[in-house]
């Protein structure tokens, strides 16, 4: 592994002293997800393998390069996950990309977020430097947290070479309920469920139908399904683990189709919201998926309705990019982005513009 990392090392230097840019890339499964894609690939699933993985402390710890796939298979063996449930989006998923992407899956509002999880970090920097930020257990972290500022970042910063994430046990016992309600009594009634002592680990709301997944231990899930199902008319969804899947990976129906997909991320009480297209309904009502068009002047009102609820819009997938993936920043927040970027990658080579 030291030849690859020197390799990359030089590879960088290279880039640095010509001005050139870097694309790095791992499996390739979320090239789709931001702005452009520029420069030569820096291709890093040769630097691969878990490094330290202790069941008992609860952390994994792998470099960039390693496969998603294998990473959740051995956390299996040993009955624990990946408790923010990160989208793959294709076969080719890595560690490295999955927390560049900062992706979280259903499980999400319960679990908490993908840069939760995030312990420690190393890093190769725009200079050629290997950095490395926090550690191996939570409390690890004194002044700057660098190693969750990597979560999310599209390797715009520099080369996440190895990460520390905490793991989770997996739950004793999982069973999803059905419900049929509309969109303004779901949102009412999952705000309600959430402040109530319920083991609730995902919800989803699409056409008229609220789904309703519970994890943790058997007699709580069980006393769960009892008082929903007798109060509210709930029922025992079948095959519930491929639906959450597809959910996950986006193969639901709902994600079918050219129309360009839109994340809505609001206050989980907001009501309904009006913007001209299908939605579905994610995270207790905190995330809210749209389907509508990506022009300008949608994008425009989109992200102003949006706004107007105390959230923020960003254009998922598909759709016109130039009229910006994000939601445009502060000028103060903005400001603190461009010096971060100065301070790790002073040359602009990794991922120019793939962000803002």
């Given at each position: 592994m030291q030849q690859t990392l020197e390799r990359f090392q030089d590879?960088?230097?290279t880039a640095a002293a010509g001005k050139g840019a870097l694309r790095i890339r791992g499996g390739g499964s979320k090239d789709w997800y931001g702005q452009r894609l520029e420069g030569e690939i820096l291709d890093t699933r040769?630097?691969?393998g878990i490094v330290d993985y202790e069941p008992t402390e609860l952390v994994i710890t792998a470099r960039c390069g390693t496969p998603l796939a294998e990473i959740e298979a051995v956390l299996a063996e040993r009955k624990q996950m990946l408790a923010f449930e990160p989208p793959h989006f294709g076969e080719g998923a890595t560690l490295g990309g999955t927390i560049a992407a900062g992706l979280s899956g259903p499980r999400r509002a319960s679990s908490g977020a993908l840069?939760?999880?995030v312990l420690g970090a190393k890093l190769l920097d725009g200079k050629g430097d290997v950095l490395s930020f926090g550690g191996q257990v939570m409390k690890n972290v004194a002044g700057y947290d660098?190693?969750?500022l990597l979560a999310g970042s599209l390797g715009t910063l520099g080369l996440l070479l190895e990460v520390?994430?905490?793991v989770l046990p997996l739950s004793y016992r999982e069973a999803t309920l059905r419900f049929e309600m509309n969109e303004v009594d779901a949102i009412?009634?999952?705000n309600e469920w959430g402040g109530q002592p319920l083991p609730i680990s995902a919800s989803c709301w699409i056409d008229g139908v609220l789904a309703l997944r519970l994890s943790g231990a058997r007699a709580a899930v069980d006393a769960a399904i009892r008082s929903l199902g007798t109060a509210h008319g709930g029922h025992i969804m079948p095959d519930c683990e491929a639906f959450w899947a597809s959910l996950r990976e986006q193969r639901h129906a709902f994600f079918d189709g050219d129309a360009p997909l839109w994340r809505l991320s609001v206050p989980s009480t907001y009501g309904a919201i009006v913007l001209g297209g299908p939605q579905l309904i994610e995270w207790g009502g905190a995330q809210r998926w749209l389907r509508a068009d990506g022009d300008a002047a949608t994008s425009e009102r989109i992200r102003a309705t949006v706004k107007a609820c105390g959230g923020h819009a960003t254009l998922f997938r598909g759709g016109d990019k130039s009229v910006?993936?994000?939601q445009p920043l502060a000028p103060?927040?903005?400001?603190i982005h461009e010096r971060l970027k100065a301070g790790f990658d002073p040359s602009n080579i990794f991922n120019p513009g793939r962000m803002y």
């Open positions: 590879q960088v230097r040769a630097y691969a840069r939760d999880f660098v190693s969750r520390s994430v905490k009412r009634k999952l910006g993936v994000f103060a927040v903005a400001k």
